[in-house]
């Protein structure tokens, strides 16, 4: 989420240094290729190097020359599904020294709720004189540049100069502001997140009870959906994973003293579907002598990340269950995995776990059991 705002500050107007410790990352960078898919961004990366707004470093002592700095670390939760606080606050010792007086500091990733709090007084332990405001990131991966110029910002801050100069930075990427107190923007945006993660569950729950009623969801979905506004957000059926749901789902439940039965049965479901794919299968033939390919390894369609993909989860499950397991992924490399072609020539059942764009065209052979969860080729999903 750093590059893509980086780049984006470097359009508008700023002169930004994009501050990292991953050595290879940054070699990369530094050639003008984008590490990741995220449209439109490319040859804004490769100008704003060129003009110089834009520079890369790995030296944490280059943040002691900047006005603003932005934390846009991963913010993970652990195995515990309870939120990692240690390296922010590792990550803020290591910077300390580095902080100047007069300087704002924005922190961007999606942290768990009172964190900006606890920044703030570390900070003034230290007895640096700085403006500290929270600014979460909303964009969606591979939206980055269309988004930071139109998504309204949350800003937050501690004071009437923070939010000012919180407004400053981010108007200069055209879009509008809106302020909050810190701890209202942190629960807006996990707020935001776990609402489409439940959102999710439903659907995926509505799935599941349809299937095991020998009903077709996607023949109920249409019902509702047609010329039904009311329900017209309800989404289709699918994985939803990736890096930012599901944590943030734990985030706002350890936050809520784990009290958050919402966000927990929305997790049990999500997490649960390749579990019930492998097992309705099962159900349906001897699935231990079968070859199962998996079309689609990234988190969501058109992207390269996978990052908690739950396609990984699925073929895990399988290749204990199935004779074997193939996976396939137009914009991964790995060399475990093979063509769409060959998935499609050497599998007996073909689970579209990732709805890439690309897969629109494939011709499957009448004699492959296809799982079709999201629908995408518009035969419906009986499991
Ligand atoms: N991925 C998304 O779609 C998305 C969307 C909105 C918000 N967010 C939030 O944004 C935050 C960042 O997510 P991400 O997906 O970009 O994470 P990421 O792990 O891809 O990127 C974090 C970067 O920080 C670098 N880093 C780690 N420690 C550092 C240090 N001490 N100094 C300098 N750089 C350091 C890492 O090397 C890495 O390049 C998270 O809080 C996430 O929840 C993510």
Redesign the pocket.
Known sequence: ???PLAVMFATNGKRVCA????PD?LASISTGKMP?KERGCEPLLARALQDQSLFLSLD?AIASQADVVL??????VDRHLNPELA?LK??LE??FKFMNDGQLIVL????YPGTTDKLKSWISERGVDVELAFC??????GNAVEELRTLPQIVSSYSAEGLRRCRELFSSLGCEIVETEPIEAELA?LFS?VWRYTLFATANQFFMLANDHDADFYRIYHAMTYKYPRVQSMPKAGFAA???LF??AMQLAAFNNNRFYLGHAAMLVNEGLPNYIVARLQARFDLASKTVGILGMTFKADSD?I?DSLAYKLRKILLFESHAVFCSDPYIRDPDFVSSGELLRRCDVIVLATPHGEYRALQIPDDKIVVDIWNFWEGGCRI
Do not use: Q
């Open positions: 989420m750093g590059l501050l990292d410790v991953d990352r990741f944490p934390i846009v670390v991963g913010t993970p390296p590792t990550l290591s910077y961007r990733s999606t942290v979460p990131e909303r964009i969606s991966e945006k997140n990736g890096p930012c944590k943030d990340d990052r």
